[in-house]
T-cell receptor, first 116, second 112 residues
Framework: GAVVSQHPSWVICKSGTSVKIECRSL??????MFWYRQFPKQSLMLMAT?????????EQGVEKDKFLINHASLTLSTLTVTSAHPEDSSFYIC????????????FGEGSRLTVL | GNSVTQMEGPVTLSEEAFLTINCTYT??????LFWYVQYPGEGLQLLLK?????DKGSNKGFEATYRKETTSFHLEKGSVQVSDSAVYFC???????????FGTGTQLKVEL
């Protein structure tokens, strides 16, 4: 199947700093990518939908200035957590949609962020 | 709104045991239903899906039947293996978009 890679897999940062997480589709082009956040023992919460070349669409309650999403190419979307705080510590997952009739999404392995 | 409820884990089974992971849903309209699996250190992968009532999705020995009357999509496997140890997510999608609503995930541990 298609491969989506996230980087870094885990990151630790100090409170107040910004962290960038990359999501790459390695063997297909993705016009749409999705960013999720997962808290322990909770479901994946959709944060935003990222469309190549346009502004991301954020879900209700997600701060767009806090979680900056850029989808500059058909194979790369980035999530930047700005001025991170301990409550931003979480597992962030991206998925990519290659198009077609199946509607299947392909997921990255996730990135664990710990803010000290 | 849409929601998915899964049984809490972890579920621990012996190899060759029968597996059921319950999933029920609430949705507007007629959802498509999915099971995703996440093996340790990997991203979620689509395991199986069903797009309309009474459809049965199957893959790798796993099955799930779309039951509209009970709004359920329970995952079953007749004989689990150690290699099936993973986290299983039930999910749904409505409309023509690609937004998925996930359950909380159920961790399965299969022991020898």
């Amino acid at each position: 199947g298609a491969v989506v890679s996230q980087h870094p897999s885990w990151v630790i940062c100090k409170s107040g700093t910004s962290v960038k997480i990359e999501c790459r589709s390695l063997d297909f082009q993705a016009t749409t990518m999705f960013w999720y956040r997962q808290f322990p023992k909770q479901s994946l919460m959709l944060m935003a939908t990222s469309n190549e070349g346009s502004k991301a669409t954020y879900e209700q309650g997600v701060e767009k200035d806090k979680f900056l999403i850029n989808h500059a190419s058909l194979t790369l979307s980035t999530l930047t957590v700005t001025s991170a705080h301990p409550e931003d510590s979480s597992f962030y997952i991206c998925s990519a949609f290659p198009g077609g009739d199946t509607g299947e999404l392909f997921f990255g392995e996730g990135s664990r962020l710990t803010v000290l | 709104g849409n929601s998915v409820t899964q049984m809490e884990g972890p579920v621990t089974l012996s190899e060759e045991a029968f597996l059921t992971i319950n999933c029920t849903y609430t949705a507007t309209g007629y959802p498509s239903l999915f099971w995703y699996v996440q093996y340790p250190g990997e991203g979620l992968q689509l395991l199986l899906k069903a797009t309309k009532a009474d459809d049965k999705g199957s893959n790798k020995g796993f099955e799930a039947t779309y039951r509209k009357e009970t709004t359920s999509f329970h995952l079953e496997k007749g004989s689990v293996q150690v290699s099936d140890s993973a986290v299983y997510f039930c999910a749904l999608k409505t409309g023509g978009g690609n937004k998925l609503t996930f359950g909380t995930g159920t961790q399965l541990k299969v022991e020898l």
